[in-house]
């Protein structure tokens, strides 16, 4: 079957590079977001969440940094590894909503 | 993972057949979800159900029912399946962490219609 790759920007890095996923989201009530990643074949994945009262939140090789002026939303994955190759998306929700938004995701290529 | 399983994970179908896929969770979550994610759209929500008995409809939900008789099984079903079907499925719980709901996905189910 056809890949959820396809038809994604797509970022291509070189393996021990440091790489930059970018998400805009589009509800200025939104105060809480996910970032996922999914592998091909796969089910998504929680990589690290966010509340809107922080900017930055770090994870093990994963940072996430919210800017709600511009209402955007960063990954950064750290000495990145072949084995991070996926679509990673994010996903944003409201206090008391149980029905988040999700974003069409970037697909990350590491050449080794 | 969540505990969360789905069946089948493979299948195909005829046009006009009705299918019916199942996802089992074990964590006894309130709210669960299916979602279908097709090249292009990403993750749009078919139907969601919030305790046994209790189902709504999402964005896509035309051409799809839902029943959750039991907390741990959500059940999606084509009546009558098309070829605009053709999709992965997702089914997914939400947990609250962080003081958010976050969603935790099934394996999918690759369903084709012919």
């Known amino acids: 079957g056809e890949s959820v790759g396809l038809h994604l920007p797509t970022l291509s890095v070189q393996e021990g590079d440091n790489s930059i996923i970018n998400c805009a989201y589009s509800n200025s009530a939104s105060d809480y977001f996910i970032w996922y990643k999914q592998e091909s074949g796969k089910g998504p994945q929680f990589i690290i969440d966010?509340?809107?009262?922080?900017d930055k939140r770090q994870g093990q090789r994963v940072t996430v940094l919210l800017n709600k002026t511009v209402k955007h939303l960063s990954l950064q994955i750290a000495a990145t590894q072949p084995g991070d190759s996926a679509v990673y998306f994010c996903a944003e929700n409201m206090e008391g909503s149980y029905i988040p938004t999700f974003g069409r995701g970037t697909s990350l290529i590491v050449h080794p | 993972d969540a505990g969360i399983t789905q069946s089948p994970r493979h299948k195909v179908t005829e046009t006009g057949t009705p299918v019916t896929l199942r996802c089992h969770q074990t964590e006894n979550h309130r709210y669960m979800y299916w979602y279908r994610q097709d090249p292009g759209h990403g993750l749009r929500l078919i139907h969601y159900s919030y305790g046994v008995k209790d189902t709504d409809k999402g964005e896509v939900s035309d051409g799809y029912s839902v029943s959750r008789s039991k907390t741990e099984d959500f059940l999606l079903t084509l009546e009558s399946a098309t070829s605009s079907q053709t999709s992965v499925y997702f089914c997914?719980?939400?947990?609250?962490?962080?003081?958010?709901?976050?969603?935790?996905f099934g394996p999918g189910t690759r369903l084709l219609v012919l």
């Open positions: 997914a719980i939400s947990e609250s962490i962080s003081g958010g709901e976050t969603q935790y």
């Open positions: 966010i509340r809107s009262n922080m």
